[in-house]
C-alpha cells in the first residue's frame, strides 16, 4: 500500500517528467522539421508542443488537487485533475484540427522529404523517451490512480503510435519515393488522437458529473458493509470520486434495540472494513432502526 507522502510524491515527480520529456521533444523535433520539410514530422512536433502545454497544466492541476481540504472547499481539491484532463482534450482535438488541414494540403500538394536520416533518428529517438515515459506513469497510475496522470499516459501512448507512423512516413518517402505516404500517416495520425480525446472526456466527464463507481465496486462495498454481524441491512449507497479522492456515504439498518454507543462502534468497525478496502476513501455513515420506512431506489 502507498501512504500519502509517497503518494504525492509519485505524481508530482510523473508530471515533472512529463514536462521535461515534451520540452526535449520539442527542441529535437523541432530542428527535424526544419532540416527535413515533413508533414509527418510536423504533426508530431505538434503533439510534442500540445504535451507541452497539456504537461503543464496537469502539473498545475495534481498540485491543487493535492492541497488538503479547507474552510472553502470541505470536500477537497480532487476536482482540478477532471478539469485538467478536458483542457488537455481540447488542446489535443486542436492539435488534430490543424493536421488533418496540413495533411490534406500536402496531399494535394505533395512535397518530397529532406534529409530523411535525420528525421528516422529522431523519431527513434522520440519513440524510446516516449516509452520510458509512459512505463514510468503507468507504475505511478497503479499506485495511486490519478486520472490526471493516467490522461497523460493515454496520450502519451498515442504518441508511440505516432512515433511509428511517421518512422514509417519518413522511411517510404526517403528510401521508397512514396511521397504521399508522409500526409497519408499525418492523417491516420489525426484520427487516432481524436479518439484518445474522447477518451479523456469521457472520464474527465464521469467524475465532474460525480458517476458511481463501477458495480463491481459498489458490489464489493455492500458486502462488507452487511458482512458485520450486527449489521441488518443496507441502503442508499452513494458513490464518487474527485480526483484521488473517493467519497462514499451510505446506511446501516441496526437492530432498534441496541444503544447509541453500541450503533456508533457498529458504524466505526464497517469503516474500519471499509477502508482496508478503498484507503483513500472519505466514508460517511448513517444509522437507521430496523423497520423504518425508507427508500431504497438507490441500493
Not at 521533444?25 to 510534442?48: C, E, Q, R, W
Not at 493535492?66 to 483542457?87: I, M, S, Y
Request: aromatic share 8%.
Amino acid at each position: 500500500m502507498t501512504n500519502d507522502h509517497s503518494k504525492d510524491s509519485l505524481l508530482r515527480a510523473a508530471t515533472w517528467a512529463s514536462v521535461c520529456v515534451a520540452c526535449t521533444l520539442i527542441g529535437i523535433k523541432g530542428f527535424a522539421y526544419f532540416v527535413t520539410g515533413s508533414v509527418a514530422l510536423l504533426s508530431s512536433l505538434i503533439d510534442s508542443l500540445l504535451d507541452a502545454v497539456s504537461s503543464i497544466l496537469i502539473l498545475l492541476a495534481v498540485r491543487h488537487s493535492l492541497t488538503p481540504a479547507d474552510q472553502e472547499h470541505r470536500f477537497g481539491h480532487g476536482k482540478a485533475e477532471p478539469l485538467a484532463g478536458l483542457g488537455q482534450a481540447a488542446f489535443i482535438t486542436g492539435s488534430s484540427v490543424f493536421l488533418v488541414v496540413e495533411a490534406l494540403n500536402h496531399l494535394i500538394n505533395p512535397r518530397p522529404v529532406e534529409n530523411g536520416f535525420i528525421g528516422l533518428v529522431v523519431t527513434a529517438v522520440s519513440l524510446v523517451m516516449t516509452i520510458g515515459l509512459l512505463l514510468f506513469q503507468r507504475q505511478v497510475i497503479a499506485r495511486t490512480g490519478s486520472l490526471a496522470i493516467k490522461a497523460d499516459s493515454i496520450h502519451y501512448l498515442s504518441d508511440i503510435v505516432l512515433n511509428l507512423s511517421v518512422f514509417a512516413a519518413l522511411l517510404l518517402s526517403t528510401y521508397f519515393g512514396l511521397a504521399q505516404a508522409d500526409p497519408i500517416f499525418a492523417l491516420g495520425i489525426a484520427v487516432y488522437i481524436i479518439h484518445s480525446a474522447w477518451t479523456i472526456v469521457k472520464h474527465a466527464f464521469d467524475q465532474l458529473m460525480d458517476r458511481e463507481l463501477p458495480e463491481a465496486d459498489r458490489q464489493r462495498i455492500i458486502q462488507l458493509a452487511i458482512g458485520h454481524r450486527e449489521v441488518r441491512d443496507l441502503h442508499e449507497l452513494r458513490t464518487r470520486m474527485a480526483g484521488q479522492d473517493l467519497f462514499i456515504q451510505l446506511h446501516l439498518v441496526l437492530d432498534r434495540g441496541i444503544s447509541l454507543f453500541d450503533a456508533h462502534r457498529i458504524a466505526d468497525e464497517v469503516e474500519m472494513e471499509l477502508r482496508r478496502a478503498f484507503p483513500n476513501a472519505d466514508i460517511l455513515i448513517h444509522q437507521d432502526p430496523e423497520g423504518l420506512e425508507t427508500p431504497r431506489e438507490f441500493n
